[in-house]
């Protein structure tokens, strides 16, 4: 964990939240589910035996729900 907190850090990243090795699971998870690749896939990608257990990667980032709440067809955003 500290090579990787290290690693981030000299790169001038500052994650919100764990900042472990598992966060390149994620970051690879949700970049397959970006990607349109099935949830089984990425799963049997992760090692996992069942969809539940891959469903804590599958969390989308705060700009893909921001770009899917805007693309919404015959609605207007109230600022």
Same mark, same amino acid.
């Given at each position: 964990?500290?090579?990787?907190?290290?690693?981030?850090?000299?790169?001038?990243? %500052?994650?919100?939240? %764990?900042?472990?090795?598992? &966060?390149?699971?994620?970051?690879?998870?949700?970049?397959?589910?970006?990607?349109?690749?099935? $949830? %089984?896939? &990425?799963?049997?990608?992760?090692?996992?035996?069942? /969809?539940?257990? /891959?469903?804590?990667?599958? $969390?989308?980032?705060?700009?893909?729900?921001?770009? &899917?709440?805007?693309?919404?067809?015959? /609605?207007?955003?109230?600022?």
């Amino acid at each position: 964990y500290s090579l990787v907190r290290r690693r981030l850090r000299d790169a001038g990243v %500052k994650p919100s939240g %764990k900042c472990g090795p598992h &966060i390149f699971r994620h970051a690879r998870a949700t970049e397959l589910l970006r990607a349109a690749v099935p $949830k %089984k896939v &990425i799963g049997d990608l992760l090692g996992h035996r069942s /969809t539940a257990a /891959t469903a804590p990667y599958l $969390k989308l980032a705060t700009e893909d729900l921001r770009a &899917i709440a805007l693309d919404v067809p015959g /609605t207007e955003v109230l600022a």
